[in-house]
């Protein structure tokens, strides 16, 4: 169930977002900023993700294009940003596994 204020939250955070953006010089930069910012590690974009699929439950159309855009928002940061102790063990262990 959403209330008024996680509506207005998140509308007010994509205001923010593309207002920033159009006044930025550097665009990519900013994505990426945004990005690592948002979410500096996976518990964070799943913290994030899950408070917003219980929000929008009722509204899975919303839910859908807010999912898909945090999704290339996270992959953006994976990208961008040190990988983690966590992180690293978890590739290791992949690797080995897949030996």
């Not at 219980?54 to 940003?81: A, G």
């Amino acid at each position: 169930m959403t209330d008024n204020r996680s509506n207005s939250q998140i509308i007010k955070d994509y205001a923010t977002y593309i207002k920033n953006l159009r006044n930025a010089e550097n665009k990519d930069k900013y994505i990426k900023y945004t990005a690592i910012t948002l979410f500096p590690n996976e518990e964070a974009y799943n913290r994030r993700m899950t408070k917003y699929r219980k929000w929008y439950q009722n509204k899975r159309e919303f839910l859908v294009s807010v999912e898909n855009l945090y999704n290339l928002y996270f992959t953006l940061s994976k990208e961008m940003r040190p990988m983690t102790e966590t992180e690293i063990e978890e590739a290791i262990k992949e690797v080995l596994i897949d030996e």
